[in-house]
Each structure stands twice: as structure tokens, then as C-alpha cells.
């Protein structure tokens, strides 16, 4: 079903990228997925670079940070085998590269949050922090990690 | 009994302040309360702006770091019905907008903690993160996480 | 077993040190150890100082992560009595003190992942997020939080 709600909304989802260095992009404990900070890979690779409020204006930050989520539901649908077993999103932790005096990075996560409330509809409702960090990986703008419940 | 432990502290939890985003206060979980990063409203607004040895003196972070708990906990009320629900309080994420050179962080995130403990007790201590970011939603000061165990 | 690893890998455990401050360096709910950010103490005292990319070189920095995660499971093992009830490393944040136009978190964190997978084998591969933030308590280079699944 949330398949069929992603070809509704148009959305294809990416390759789950592989992450480069020695980690998983999700465990699985529990009923719980923990899923790894996702960067914002377009064929997997960072396009975007640099500080938001500074060389990265709202509306190109808000798109990397849809794109993190395209990749946290990839991550998770090669995890769990499909997106059906997902139950709730639970918590999100969203981190913006910060230039300084930018305090909009609810605005930035917000796309995040509206694309999973898109997608999943109540289930996708979740509880969030956003903060400005000073630098992340590959000088990438944004970077988003996801804890979710799912079940059988 | 823990209302009546406030009243015995003097404390008053402020009306929780409904999200300015597309996300939820508290999300809740298998007996888990995934409590999103708190600002320090007062009165549903901001009103200390700034880095934390920088603009934001020690003693004003501390008093914004226990505002943010206090509107954690009006928000853990509003989604369990009563904060004697609470068994114990996991973990706290507390982010400190810092100022460079500032590394006192553990000193701000303290006036959080130790509000806690003062309030549940044993049950209030906690494993903690404190670290210094570099900007914050609204230009906050403080923002604070936490996961929390409750039970019926 | 986890003991006689440590001990073929030449590896010993510090002292778990206490926080100086009002948390708990382990809370257990449930199955799930969740481990306070660590710093990289060596005799209960941090020892390299500054922003990796500025005063601190990578491999400085891959070694800071290295004595975090030696923290982490001192802690570990003082809370859960022995190592060997750890079931999986579920997940990691690595927090990286970065200096201007530092992108290389995921590099010095890895160390610490490396570790915990030389460790605990399968058991020790983990989700992860690695961000660059602006200043870390006591001046530290690193600070590494770990959440844990744990047996009986």
C-alpha cells in the first residue's frame, strides 16, 4: 500500500546507498529500526554543498532534505523487505549545516516532515529535533536520521 | 504524587506549547516517550537569544536549560494524562548554542538534570549527551531531548 | 568471551570514570542500555584539546574516538556486569569538534567503529550518524554516545 502511495505522489524511490565507511545504514531491535544519518545522495553521490543561510539558500536545503528521507525509506525498505511493515515514525533528528546566523532549521526539516507525513499519513507523524551544526559529512547541508517502529 | 512534588518545589508547568511544525511533541511507543527537542518558551515564545558565552551568560542558559524541561514535562503530560505515569527517565539530548571557546556545556545541561532528580528522584537520573552547536531554532540558547519510560 | 577478545586484541579497559556532573553514565530499560556521550578521558582527565582540522590532526582524532568508545564499554561493564551480555551495538552518534571546512567526521568516527566490530564481530556493526559541532565540554576533539541491546 505505501508503495502504491508513492507512485500516487510520484515518487520513485533511489538505490538504498551503501554507506561508505563501516557502519549499517539500519539495525533492527525490537520491533525498532535504527536508522543511520542519511545524507543527501542523489545517485550516490552529495550534489549540494556548503552552509545553509549561506551558500545554500531555504528552498535547495529543504530538497536535500526531502532527499535524505528518499534515502532513509530505501535503507529501510531493503532492511524490512518492504515499506508495509513500517508502523510509526518515531522520531527524527534532523541536522543542518549552519551558516552563521541561520535559525530557520525548522523550516529546512519541515520538508522532511511533510514528505513522511505525505507518504504515511498519521503513522507518519513523528517527534523531531532540529539543531544547526557547524559542519557535516562531505559538506553536505543537511543530514537526517529516523527511528521507526515496524512489525511483521 | 509527582503533582504534588512540584507543588511542594513551587513549581507550575506552563501550557504545552503546540509545535510551530509539521511534528509532534511526544510520540509514544511500547512503553517508550520520544520527547522532540524543546525549546525555552515562555508563554509559548523564546525570549533569550543567543550564544552561550557569547551573549547568553552561564547562569541564563541554566535557567532556559529548566525551562526547556519544564515544557518537556507539560508535554509529557498532555500526551500521558499524568506525569505519575513516568518510571524513569532514559536519556537527555541537550544541545548548547555555543559561543567559540565556550565548553562549559555540561554546566548549562546540569540545571536540566538536576531539575529532574529533584522532581522524580532516583527515577530522574538519567544518561546524558550535552554538546555545543553552533546555531539553534529561533536563535535559542538551549534545546533539549529526552526518552522516557512509562507505564500505564 | 568478550573479555578473552579484549585481552587477544591487547586491549584494556580503563576505569569506567564517574561523570562529574548530575547523569548517570548508563541507563538500562528493557533490554536497551542507553550509554551518556563519552569522552575521550585517559586516567579520568581529557588530554588532547581543540577542533580536528585545526589543533587536531585525523589520526589524533581517530585515537580520541578510539578512547571513547574504551569509556563506553568500561561503562558498560560496570552496568551490565559483564560484557558478554551485550547482544548488538545498535547504534552510534559520533560528535566531532570541527574547524572551519573540516568534512571529514565520518573518518575519525569510523575508527571507532572499526573497533567496535574488532570487538564484538557482527554483533558490533551499527547505525550511525557522524556530525561536525562547534564545541564539545572540556575543549575534547570527540564525544561518542552508543545505544545497545543486552541480554540476560
Redesign the interface.
Known sequence: MIESRLTELGITLPEAAS?????????L???IA????QMPKVDGEVRVFGKVGGEVDLETAREEARICILQGLACLKAALGSLDRIE?I????G?VA?A????????V??AA??LL?QIFGDAG???????????????AAV?I?M?V?FGD
Not at 34 to 37: A, F, K, M
Not at 100 to 107: L, T, V
Open positions: 554507506p561508505s565507511f563501516n557502519y549499517l545504514p539500519v539495525t531491535h525490537n520491533g535504527y536508522v543511520s544519518g510509526r518515531l522520531k527524527m533528528n541536522y549552519s552563521r546566523g541561520f535559525n530557520a532549521q525548522p523550516k526539516i519541515d516532515s511533510d507525513v507523524r513523528h517527534a523531531r529535533a532540529a539543531v544547526g551544526v557547524a559542519e557535516l559529512p562531505r559538506n543530514e536520521e527511528t517502529a
